[in-house]
């Protein structure tokens, strides 16, 4: 089952005084890392290590649902969660390896990049880096791929978590995290999270499901 995402023609106000007609798969007209919106809080899952009880709680989310940032290796050795992902219909993304002093090459994001699209069978609406960090040569590259670059304005932790307008609110599912996957469904049961369209412009991206 293939999701399309229908492609919404929105206004942004990139400068003072000038108005620029962006399509939702493309949200700026140069390469731009959004980490911050306006309308309420966005919620993404950086995923890169299948941790015991995950399965069972990505079973369990509802709509919304958050965004999930897919490690490529991840993706490769996990098809069983993949399909379970794309049955429900998740929106993902493609999580990237360190960027810092231009570790994470070109040649690796595209080889990273076509995994991606081996198993969703389209391109990422969103990319970023494990370390938030983007070489001026990588940014360029993913926006050439009319791919959004992503960053999150704050990383999800129980004792320091304030709700704040705009944020984009990220819980790091790393090899070294120790999940409490009970507080997170918590979480996510309490605040409202909105799509990261729908807080950057305002708007809900609409999704059409195509029958096999």
Avoid: C
């Amino acid at each position: 089952m293939a999701t399309v995402v229908l492609v919404v023609i929105v206004t942004l106000f990139v400068y003072p005084q000038r108005e620029s007609i962006i399509s939702v798969f493309r949200m700026t007209d140069e390469p731009l890392i959004i980490s911050k919106g306006n309308y309420g809080q966005s919620l993404i899952v950086e995923l890169s290590f299948s941790h015991e009880g995950l399965e069972e709680w990505l079973q369990s989310l509802k709509q919304p649902y958050p965004l999930l940032m897919l490690d490529a290796d991840w993706i490769a050795r996990s098809p069983k969660i993949v399909e379970q992902i794309k049955k429900q219909n998740m929106p993902t993304g493609l999580l990237g390896k360190q960027g810092a002093e231009n570790s994470y090459s070109i040649e690796q994001f595209n080889k990273d990049l076509k995994i991606y699209e081996k198993h969703f069978n389209n391109k990422p609406l969103w990319f970023m880096t494990s370390d938030y960090e983007f070489g001026t040569n990588l940014q360029q590259a993913v926006f050439d791929q009319e791919i959004n670059l992503l960053s999150p304005s704050m990383i999800y932790a129980k004792n320091n978590y304030q709700k704040t307008d705009g944020a984009i609110l990220s819980l790091k599912l790393h090899e070294k995290s120790k999940p409490n996957f009970e507080e997170y469904t918590k979480l996510i049961e309490t605040e409202k999270f909105v799509s990261i369209e729908e807080n950057v412009f305002g708007y809900t991206i609409k999704t059409k499901k195509i029958p096999e």
